[in-house]
């Protein structure tokens, strides 16, 4: 499974919780990846939601979303969002704008939980940069 999500708004996502620690571009890649396998699960969830509604677009609602944020209060870009929704599922599901912007912000509050972990291992680690490994290690304890 190749990474659809750009690393660029998964850097930014990270520092914005890692204080002063710098960030290397491997936690970036890894927490890309971990939020891409992630995103393309709940898609599956969803099109199983919207399956037994009989439907072939997926919903805000199928994610489990009622209130749908604004698109621009999002770091990450709604199409690689896209992209990763339709790994996982049929041709045959559509995907609803409102959903795209509902599994993006699922995704960044997911990110969000994981880099406010990682920060706080690579303090425990007494170094100055959040590294991919601290992101293996959250998961690693906490998946």
Do not use: C
């Not at 409102?98 to 972990?117: H, K, Q, S, T």
């Amino acid at each position: 499974m190749s990474v659809e999500l750009p690393f660029a708004p998964v850097d930014a996502i990270i520092r914005r919780n890692a204080g002063s620690l710098r960030v290397s571009a491997g936690a970036a890649k890894e927490l890309a990846r971990r939020i891409q396998r992630r995103g393309a699960s709940l898609a599956r969830e969803a099109a199983a939601v919207a399956e037994a509604d009989g439907r072939k677009t997926l919903m805000a609602s199928d994610f489990g979303v009622e209130q749908v944020v604004a698109r621009d209060e999002l770091e990450l870009p709604i199409a690689p969002v896209d992209r990763i929704a339709r790994l996982d599922i049929d041709d045959k599901y559509r995907v609803s704008m409102e959903a795209r912007i509902a599994l993006a912000d699922i995704l960044e509050d997911y990110a969000d939980n994981v880099a406010r972990a990682a920060t706080k291992l690579a303090h425990h680690a007494d170094r100055r940069t959040v590294q991919a490994e601290d992101i293996e290690t959250y998961f690693s304890l906490f998946e």
